[in-house]
């Protein structure tokens, strides 16, 4: 079994935070693998924005996506902060669910895993990217909850967004992220499944690395 966790589950549900403290915790990498789909979307939102280009093997070879010191690099420069942009976030739906943006990243997210023992976050690791994951969890959380804390997130009433939106928004993405054709969000069928509207991020966290130590 390859050292690998793979903690999948829809927008919101605490995936990133609940990694990054488990990374911590074993001394593992962390690799969030929607910052890859997110940097894909930049790049395309910074180019023609032709749904082919999305196709166009020699583009997609063309963009250089790095990982350092907590930082998202896209062609050499720290994306971090850009992709996380609301307008990035409407997209990346869309860039997600073509074929050779998917065939893409998920070559350079085995590429990484493969190095050394990695937690990676996302919607597809445990049924695609590494279905010989050691440990796969599928974190839910009911729908409002996650709105919440992701418009919490955003600074809440200061955000100059409804909750009403942000929850359509949620439901928007998770819709489109849970049809498409390819690798769609969905639990592997050897997956644990923890529904966290009753646990804290830590709590989370610690069942993981309890369950995680006891396989190692
Ligand atoms: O996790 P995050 O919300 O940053 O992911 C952004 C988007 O990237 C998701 O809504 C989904 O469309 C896509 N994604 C994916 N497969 C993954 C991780 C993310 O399709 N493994």
């Not at 390859?2 to 995936?15: E, L, N, T, Y």
């Not at 971090?80 to 065939?103: D, F, K, M, N, P």
């Not at 909850?145 to 939106?165: D, H, I, K, M």
Request: hydrophobic share 40%; aromatic share 6%.
């Amino acid at each position: 079994m390859k050292q690998i966790i793979a903690i999948d589950g829809p927008s919101g549900v605490g995936k990133s935070s609940v990694s990054k403290q488990l990374a911590k915790a074993l001394g593992w990498t962390y690799l969030d693998t929607g910052a890859t789909y997110r940097a894909v979307t930049l790049a395309w939102l910074r180019s023609d924005r032709k749904v082919e280009r999305l196709a166009d093997g020699a583009w997609l070879a063309g963009l250089d996506i790095d990982f350092r010191e907590g930082a998202v690099y896209l062609n050499g420069e720290d994306v971090s902060q850009a992709i996380r942009t609301e307008e990035v976030t409407a997209q990346v739906s869309l860039v997600s669910a073509q074929s050779g943006v998917r065939a893409d990243l998920t070559r350079l997210q085995r590429k990484i895993g493969n190095l050394r023992p990695c937690i990676l976050d996302g919607r597809d690791i445990g049924t695609v990217v590494f279905p010989d994951a050691f440990l796969k969890v599928f974190l839910t959380a009911g729908e409002a909850v996650r709105a919440r804390r992701r418009w919490t997130q955003l600074g809440g009433e200061r955000s100059g967004r409804s909750f009403e939106q942000v929850l359509e928004d949620q439901r928007v993405r998770d819709r489109k992220d849970a049809s498409r054709s390819l690798a769609p969000l969905k639990k592997a069928d050897d997956a644990w499944e923890l529904d966290t509207d009753t646990y804290d991020q830590d709590q989370v966290a610690a069942l993981i690395e309890r369950e995680a130590r006891r396989r190692l």
